[in-house]
C-alpha cells in the first residue's frame, strides 16, 4: 500500500480519537464546568452529613460556585468537618448559611451557600458558622409517624 | 588473509532436549571452496547451518568463524559475524509482505546508510545476477518455487558475504531451475570469492559442483572427501547414498521392535 | 501409575507450563520495551502497524459501539422510567460505557480483529522462515517485527475506547432523544453533571491502555512461541482471544477494585 495513503489513514485514525476524547471530556464529561478558576478554602462543621461525598457540588441559589474538598472527622467535638472549595469569583458574607440538601428525593447530595448580610466576608480558612444538617430519611419517617400517633392520640 | 578455514567445526555435539543429533562432528570450510553436506532427511543438516549461524548453541564442541568462537560472542559479536553470512533458506523465507525488489533491498536498507538511488542499483544488479531483474514488482506470493528460491539468492548475497550457506538449494526444483540455480551457486561463489556451504541430500548436484563433500549419518561424519574419492568409496554408507539404495546401514524402517511383535503383542 | 498420581502430575505439569509460558511472555515484553527506540526511532513502522491493528478495527468498533449504545439507551429507559428518572438515561449509558463497557468490549473486539491477526501473522512468519531468515540477516525480529506491532497496539487501543465510548454515548442519544423522547437538553446537562472527566473518562482511558499492553503482548507472544506448522499457528490464534479475554475481564475487576476504592 502506499505510504502516503498509510499514513493519511493513520492521521485521520489519531484525529477521530482525539475528537472523540474531546467529545468525551467536554460534551460528556465535565472538564469544562469542573475547573473552578482560583478558589479560597473554608470549612464547616455538621453533626451529620448523611450521604454528602468529596467532589460533591457546592451550589448557591442552584448555580454551582464550589466543591467538596474532603471530609474528616473531628475527634473534639465529634463532629464532621467538611471542606469546601470556593471560586475567588464569588465572595460570601460571614454569616452564610451551609446547608445540606438532596437533590430530588433519592438523589445526590450538596451543600447550599445561602448568604446572610454581613458586611465583612469568608475569608481562606475561616469556618462557617451557620449549617444544617443533612436531613435523615429514617429521622424524618419516625418523627412523621410519631406526630400521628401523637395526634391519634389526641382525638 | 587470516585464517585458511574461514568456518571450522571442532568436537561439536548438539541436541535437542535429550536426544544428540550430533555427536562429536568435526568439519573444516576452506575459504573460496565448495563444501557440501549430505546426509538423509531429518539427519541434522540445517541444525548444524543455525550452529554456525550462532541461533542455536552446542552442548559441547565449538564452531568458529573467521577465527572466532561462534557461542562464545555476546549479541553484538554474533550479529558482527552473522553480517559475513548470507543464508539461502529451504523455502527461501522471502518476507510476504515485501515485494521482490524490497525483499532484495532490506538487508541493505538495515545495514547501510546508503541514499536510495544506490540501493536500486545494487538491487537490480543482484536481482539481474540471478535473472529475475524484470520481476522486480512482483510479490513473493505470485513466484513460482524457483523463482522464489533466486530472489531468495539475491537477497541472501544483498551484502556480498564472505560465507553462503544453502540450505536444500535443489530440493523441489525442476531440472532446468535445478540447472540455473546450481550454475548460481557455482558463479557466485567464484565471482564473489566468498566461501559455499551446501546443505543437500542431491547426489549428482553436489557431486558435480562441490570440492569437498562431508556425508553425516547417525550423527557423525560417516564419510568424507573430493568427490572424485567418494565415488570410488567402498564404505558400504556411501555406496548405499550414492546408488541411492533402498535398504543398507542406513535402515528403511524407523527404529522399532520386531514387526512380528507388534502384531501379536499390540496392546 | 495410581489415577490419583496421574491428576496430581497432570495439574503439577499444567501450572508450571502456565507459569513458564507467563515466564517467557514477561521475558518478551522486557525485550519489546528495550527494542523499542528501533520502533520510535523507524516511525513509519510502527504507523503502518497502527493502519492494520487500529484503522482496519474502526468499522467493528464503531457499528458495535453504536448498538451498544442503543441498546443501553432502551434498557436503561425501562428501567428508570418506573423511578420517573428516565432524563438520567444519559448518565447511565454515559458512564456504563466510560467506566466499563468502551474499554472491556474494545479490547475483546480488538483481541478477536487485530490479535489474531498479529498472532497469524507472526506465527506464519515464524513457519516459513522469516523470523529466521531475519536473524540470520544480524536484524532482531523484535526490533523489527514484534516492538512496532506492540507499541501500534497500545497507542490504538485507547484510541479506539475512547471511539467506542464517544460512538455510544451517540448511539443511546438516538434511542433517547428522537425515539424514545427524552428532552434533549436534560440529557445532556444530566449527563454533564454526573459524569467526572477525572474519575471517569480519565480511568477509563488508564483500563484501556491497561489492556491494549495486555492484549498485544498476548497476540504477539502466542504467535512467537506457536510451534511452526499450520495447527500450531491455528492453536495459536484460538489462544490469542480464550487468553486475552479472560486476561481483560481479570484484569478489569482489579482495576476496576483499585479505581473505586480511591
Ligand atoms: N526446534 C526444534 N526442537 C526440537 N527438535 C527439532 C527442532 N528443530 C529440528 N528438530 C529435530 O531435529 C532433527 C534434525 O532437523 P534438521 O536439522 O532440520 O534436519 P535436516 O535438515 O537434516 O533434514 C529433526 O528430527 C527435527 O525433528
Ligand atoms: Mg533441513
Not at chain 2, 558435480?208 to 553425516?216: G, L, M, P, Q, T
Not at chain 3, 479506539?160 to 434511542?175: E, K, R
Not at chain 3, 479475554?245 to 482495576?255: E, H, N, P, Q, R
Amino acid at each position: 500500500m502506499d505510504k502516503t495513503i498509510l499514513d493519511i489513514w493513520v492521521g485521520l485514525f489519531v484525529a477521530i480519537g482525539i475528537a472523540a476524547l474531546m467529545g468525551l471530556a467536554m460534551r460528556v464529561g465535565n472538564l469544562t464546568s469542573n475547573t473552578l478558576g482560583e478558589t479560597y478554602t473554608i470549612t464547616a462543621n455538621y453533626e451529620n452529613i448523611g450521604g454528602l461525598k468529596p467532589r460533591a457540588p457546592v451550589k448557591s441559589s442552584g448555580v454551582v460556585v464550589g466543591r467538596i474538598d474532603k471530609i474528616q472527622f473531628d475527634t473534639q467535638a465529634y463532629q464532621a468537618v467538611v471542606t469546601l472549595k470556593i471560586d475567588k469569583r464569588y465572595p460570601f458574607p460571614k454569616d452564610t448559611f451551609a446547608n445540606i440538601y438532596t437533590s430530588g428525593l433519592l438523589g445526590e447530595q450538596y451543600i447550599s451557600l445561602e448568604a446572610g448580610g454581613d458586611d465583612h466576608f469568608l475569608k481562606e480558612g475561616d469556618r462557617v458558622s451557620k449549617t444544617q444538617d443533612a436531613v435523615v430519611l429514617e429521622k424524618l419517617i419516625s418523627q412523621f409517624l410519631y406526630s400521628k400517633a401523637s395526634e391519634e392520640s389526641k382525638k | 588473509m587470516a585464517q585458511k578455514n574461514i568456518v571450522e567445526i571442532k568436537n561439536l555435539s548438539f541436541g535437542y532436549g535429550n536426544f544428540m543429533l550430533h555427536k562429536d562432528i568435526s568439519m573444516v570450510f576452506p575459504r573460496g571452496k565448495v563444501t557440501a553436506i549430505m546426509g538423509g532427511s531429518g539427519c541434522g543438516k540445517t541444525t548444524i547451518l543455525r550452529l554456525i549461524g550462532g541461533q542455536i548453541k552446542p552442548k559441547a564442541g565449538q564452531v568458529t568463524v573467521d577465527g572466532k568462537i561462534v557461542h562464545k560472542q555476546d549479541r553484538q559479536g554474533i550479529y558482527e559475524l552473522r553480517r559475513k553470512m548470507g543464508m539461502l533458506f529451504q523455502h527461501g523465507a522471502l518476507f510476504t509482505d515485501l515485494s521482490v525488489f524490497d525483499n532484495v533491498a532490506f538487508p541493505m536498507r538495515e545495514h547501510t546508510k546508503l541514499p536510495e538511488s544506490m540501493i536500486r542499483d545494487l538491487v537490480l544488479m543482484k536481482l539481474n545476477a540471478v535473472g529475475l531483474r524484470g520481476a522486480h514488482k512482483l510479490m513473493p506470493t505470485e513466484l513460482s518455487g524457483g523463482m522464489a528460491r533466486r530472489v531468495a539468492l539475491a537477497r541472501a548475497i544483498a551484502l556480498d558475504p564472505d560465507i553462503i550457506m544453502y540450505d536444500e538449494p535443489f530440493a523441489g526444483l525442476d531440472p532446468i531451475s535445478m540447472a540455473v540455480i546450481c550454475d548460481l551457486i557455482r558463479t557466485l561463489n567464484d565471482a564473489l570469492g566468498a566461501t559455499s556451504i551446501i546443505v543437500t541430500h542431491d547426489v549428482e548436484e553436489a557431486f558435480s559442483f562441490a570440492d569437498y563433500i562431508y556425508f553425516v549419518a547417525d550423527g557423525s561424519v560417516a564419510a568424507e572427501g573430493t568427490p572424485k574419492e567418494l565415488s570410488k568409496s567402498k564404505l558400504p554408507f556411501v555406496h548405499q547414498f550414492v546408488h541411492g539404495e533402498k535398504d543398507g546401514p542406513v535402515p528403511f524402517h524407523h527404529n522399532a521392535p520386531s514387526y512380528k511383535k507388534d502384531i501379536y503383542e499390540w496392546v | 501409575m495410581n489415577p490419583i498420581f496421574k491428576i496430581l502430575s497432570n495439574i503439577g505439569n499444567q501450572v508450571t507450563s502456565r507459569i513458564w509460558r507467563l515466564g517467557s511472555a514477561t521475558r518478551l515484553f522486557c525485550l519489546t520495551l528495550i527494542y523499542s527506540s528501533e520502533s520510535f526511532r523507524r516511525i513509519h513502522l510502527t504507523i503502518r502497524e497502527i493502519y492494520f491493528t487500529g484503522v482496519m478495527s474502526l468499522i467493528i468498533i464503531v457499528v458495535s459501539a453504536f448498538f451498544v449504545g442503543m441498546v443501553l439507551g432502551l434498557q436503561g429507559y425501562y428501567t428508570l422510567q418506573k423511578y420517573g428518572s428516565s432524563e438520567s438515561i444519559g448518565v447511565l449509558v454515559a458512564l456504563a460505557l466510560l467506566r466499563e463497557l468502551g474499554p472491556v468490549v474494545t479490547a475483546l473486539l480488538f483481541a478477536g480483529r487485530a490479535g489474531t491477526a498479529i498472532t497469524a501473522e507472526i506465527g506464519l512468519m515464524k513457519a516459513t522462515e522469516q523470523l529466521s531468515a531475519m536473524e540470520m540477516m544480524a536484524i532482531s525480529p523484535i526490533a523489527r517485527i514484534i516492538s512496532p506491532r506492540f507499541w501500534a497496539g497500545v497507542i490504538s487501543m485507547p484510541i479506539l475506547a475512547s471511539i467506542f465510548s464517544m460512538v455510544g454515548v451517540m448511539g443511546g442519544y438516538l434511542v433517547a432523544v428522537p425515539i424514545i423522547g427524552v428532552d434533549h437538553g436534560a440529557f445532556w446537562s444530566q449527563m454533564n453533571v454526573n459524569v467526572d472527566f477525572r474519575i471517569d473518562v480519565i480511568n477509563g482511558l488508564i483500563k484501556s491502555f491497561v489492556f491494549g499492553v495486555a492484549c498485544t503482548i498476548i497476540a504477539l507472544y502466542e504467535g512467537y512461541d506457536a510451534p511452526p506448522t499450520a495447527e500450531g499457528v491455528s492453536r495459536a490464534t484460538t489462544r490469542t482471544v480464550v487468553t486475552s479475554s479472560l486476561t481483560v475481564l481479570g484484569l478489569d475487576f482489579i482495576l476496576t477494585s483499585f479505581m473505586m476504592s480511591n
